[in-house]
T-cell receptor, first 112, second 116 residues
Framework: GNSVTQMEGPVTLSEEAFLTINCTYT??????LFWYVQYPGEGLQLLLK?????DKGSNKGFEATYRKETTSFHLEKGSVQVSDSAVYFC???????????FGAGTRLTVKP | DTEVTQTPKHLVMGMTNKKSLKCEQH?????MYWYKQKAKKPPELMFV???????INESVPSRFSPECPNSSLLNLHLHALQPEDSALYLC???????????????FGPGTRLLVL
């Protein structure tokens, strides 16, 4: 079945550091891939998405590229801010799937 | 506009109470979802409504009863809950329905439920 594996957290970085959160997936067919962010006490917000191989999703300085050959969708940001502190979920949805499969989530803390 | 609203934001209830959670979207989305999220865990799917009809029930106990009165509204009726049901309950919607395409789900802010 479809699944998502996300790097274990928590991740603690200093402000302006480079961020990578790894995400790999297993799926039949051609899934769409997503990153959602959850700030403390809030629901999930869509951060970015990619719907086909080699697509790059980007938003608010975050980027992720859909790599079919490595079945990966790693999240990156060149310079993190304290306001980026949140939990990040990688997720996939495939054409015939009945639901969205989430990774375990990675908690990011950015210190000033 | 990709807003999904949920009320109430917080809810405390006893094990004998009956309460309801409400979710609303005005994006014309045809699928609506209920998820349960425990602390430090990803959301877990509970129910899916496609075209206002229940299409997926992920073996959720009958003390949770969903209802979709119209295409914009989704309710979750709660009765005789247990303390372990305390969690964040998230509603989501998508333009397309499961099995008909690859659609982004948009989430509401959630209702934080505490069962005493």
């Amino acid at each position: 079945g479809n699944s998502v594996t996300q790097m274990e957290g928590p991740v603690t970085l200093s402000e302006e550091a480079f961020l990578t959160i790894n995400c790999t997936y297993t799926a039949t067919g051609y899934p769409s891939l997503f990153w959602y962010v959850q700030y403390p006490g809030e629901g999930l917000q869509l951060l970015l998405k990619a719907t086909k191989a080699d697509d790059k999703g980007s938003n608010k300085g975050f980027e992720a590229t859909y790599r079919k050959e490595t079945t990966s969708f790693h999240l990156e940001k060149g310079s993190v801010q304290v306001s980026d502190s949140a939990v990040y979920f990688c997720a996939l949805s495939s054409y015939n799937n009945n639901d969205m499969r989430f990774g375990a989530g990675t908690r990011l803390t950015v210190k000033p | 506009d990709t807003e999904v609203t949920q009320t109430p934001k917080h809810l405390v209830m006893g094990m004998t109470n009956k309460k309801s959670l409400k979710c609303e979207q005005h994006m014309g989305h045809r699928a609506m979802y209920w998820y349960k999220q425990k602390a430090k865990k990803p959301p877990e799917l509970m129910f899916v409504y496609s075209y206002e009809k229940l299409s997926i029930n992920e073996s959720v106990p009958s003390r949770f009863s969903p209802e979709c009165p119209n295409s914009s509204l989704l309710n979750l009726h709660l009765h005789a809950l247990q303390p372990e049901d305390s969690a964040l309950y998230l509603c989501a919607s998508s333009r397309g329905v499961p099995g008909e395409g690859l659609e982004t789900q948009y989430f509401g802010p959630g209702t934080r439920l505490l069962v005493l």
